[in-house]
């Protein structure tokens, strides 16, 4: 291999794909990223073995070839390079490459195999095309309610659900529920349902940020990208559970609120709630305004007045201090509706920026 390349090029690149690859590895190759030339490109690959994530960027490639080298000396080298161009030169029997720019060079070991292939799908005839912002903005509103423990291994992942105009997102681990959706164009193939994991669909939230994304879906992998980098996953085995189930359709209970004055009572009410692992933020209705309040032992007692535009009866629950917190941050308008179904059942939270966004947190019992 022998490839003249652009520094700044070559950095993002690197900087992007090596974003799926694991603080810890199984197989030490896995630690690296594989440089392979095709015409006159370069490709950039890594993955954690669920997950491949693939950049292109244009090269003076004057002699072709393949090789793993490990990412994170490489990106940092790349990174602190100061010439605008720089070489990778490696030849098939040697172990090294050896990087040059301008007068200095800096040989690596490279590791003897190549990383294992991506996961192999059925050919896809049809693609979404998803506009810029979307999916990343759907990302960020769900992916905080994924499980973080190993009990039910499929609410670790983000279920994707194909519906006629719309792609739905949901994410929930027992207790909460996020669920929002953002519009496709009408799709021909049939419709779908998978669960990607977390960390897969946050990448391809970040593809999406500054431009449009193509997705695409067979019975084994994912394919999201844009024209110069490509996410390919396997989505997770199992049933994702019936999450409509889990939102109430009956209120008794109602109102707005502004978000800036919950967050703020929240944020200072868990100033206390956080030092109890085991305690609760009770939030109580009456007189047009939500009393929130915490009593830690041996620290003390914390009461937050709110102004509600409430329409029910009195309501007294206990809730979770991080996922009622949790829920709040992730609202991006100015109010929010809240609505309850009753004293021991879920909590709706919709966002007046976003009423296809609304999250459901039970008090206290399981909620999928």
């Not at 973080?148 to 006629?164: A, N, W």
């Not at 977390?198 to 449009?212: I, P």
């Not at 189930?245 to 009572?265: E, F, K, N, T, W």
């Not at 009393?291 to 979770?320: C, K, Q, Y």
């Amino acid at each position: 291999m022998h490839v003249v390349l652009r520094q700044e090029l070559l950095s993002h690149a690197l900087s992007t794909v090596s974003r799926i690859i694991r603080p810890q590895n199984t197989m030490a190759v896995l630690s690296g990223v594989e440089l392979e030339t095709h015409n006159q490109t370069l490709q950039i690959t890594a993955t954690d073995l669920i997950t491949t994530l693939a950049a292109t960027l244009p090269a003076d490639v004057r002699q072709p070839g393949r090789v793993v080298v490990q990412a994170a000396v490489l990106s940092e080298l790349i990174r602190r390079i100061p010439t605008a161009t720089l070489t990778l030169d490696c030849e098939p029997s040697a172990n090294d490459v050896v990087v040059a720019y301008g007068p200095n060079r800096m040989s690596l070991q490279s590791f003897s195999g190549n990383l294992p292939p991506p996961p192999a799908g059925e050919s896809i005839e049809d693609t979404l095309v998803i506009e810029p912002g979307l999916l990343n903005r759907a990302a960020r509103s769900v992916l905080f309610a994924c499980a973080k423990d190993e009990t039910r291994p499929i609410l670790r992942g983000v279920l994707l659900q194909l519906e006629p105009g719309r792609l739905v997102l949901a994410a929930g681990d027992g207790v909460r529920l996020s669920q929002t959706w953002i519009p496709v164009p009408t799709y021909r193939g049939d419709h779908w349902a998978l669960v990607l994991t977390a960390k897969t669909l946050l990448e391809a939230g970040r593809l999406n940020a500054g431009e449009s994304v193509t997705m695409g879906v067979s019975p084994t992998v994912v394919s999201v990208g844009t024209a110069s980098v490509r996410l390919s996953s396997r989505p997770l085995d199992g049933t994702f559970p019936d999450f409509g189930r889990a939102i109430p359709q009956d209120y008794i209970l109602h109102g707005r609120v502004r978000v800036a004055d919950l967050s703020g009572a929240l944020e200072r009410v868990n100033i206390l709630a956080a030092r109890d692992r085991s305690g609760s933020v009770r939030l109580r209705y009456h007189d047009q305004r939500l009393e929130l309040s915490t009593a830690v032992a041996d620290m003390g007692r914390a009461i937050e007045w709110v102004e509600f535009a409430g329409h029910g009866p009195e309501l007294d629950l206990l809730f979770n201090p991080q996922y009622l917190s949790d829920a709040v941050k992730s609202l991006e308008g100015e109010d929010a509706i809240l609505q309850f179904s009753g004293a021991q059942s879920p909590l709706r939270i919709q966002d007046t920026s976003d009423l296809h966004y609304s999250h459901v947190l039970a008090p206290q019992r399981q909620l999928v």
